[in-house]
């Protein structure tokens, strides 16, 4: 049974930083590419970044620059290393297999205000 579970959210001032992390169960982490999708209030989920099983990388325009995505596949962990944070990024962030219809997490919370 596949499991991911976030972590990592808070409440941060816009310029600071966060770093989330999504661990993963019942799957064989390494093979798949994952991805990292936001929800903002009143707007549909929406693709944040991926990164493929090689290790390539993709970005949404919106964070391109600010935000890296990476993983560690002995830890069936993926990350999100995300810089200069901006009140638009504020949004309940998820992780799950790119093109894959694994049950959601529960997500985890970042909120960007002064």
């Known amino acids: 049974q596949v499991q991911l579970v976030e972590s990592g959210g808070g409440l941060v001032q816009p310029g600071g930083s966060l770093r989330l992390s999504c661990a993963t169960s019942?799957?064989?982490?390494?093979?798949?590419?994952m991805a990292w999708y936001r929800q903002a209030p009143g707007k549909q989920r929406a693709l944040v970044a991926r990164?493929?099983?090689?290790?390539?990388?993709m970005y949404s325009d919106s964070v391109k620059g600010r935000f890296t995505i990476s993983r560690d596949n002995a830890k069936n962990t993926m990350y999100l290393q995300m810089n200069s944070l901006k009140p638009e990024d504020t949004a309940v962030y998820y992780c799950?297999?790119?093109?894959?219809?694994?049950?959601w997490g529960q997500g985890t919370q970042v909120t960007v205000s002064s």
């Open positions: 019942g799957i064989i982490f390494s093979a798949y590419t």
């Open positions: 799950n297999g790119y093109g894959m219809a694994w049950p």
């Open positions: 990164i493929g099983s090689g290790g390539s990388e």
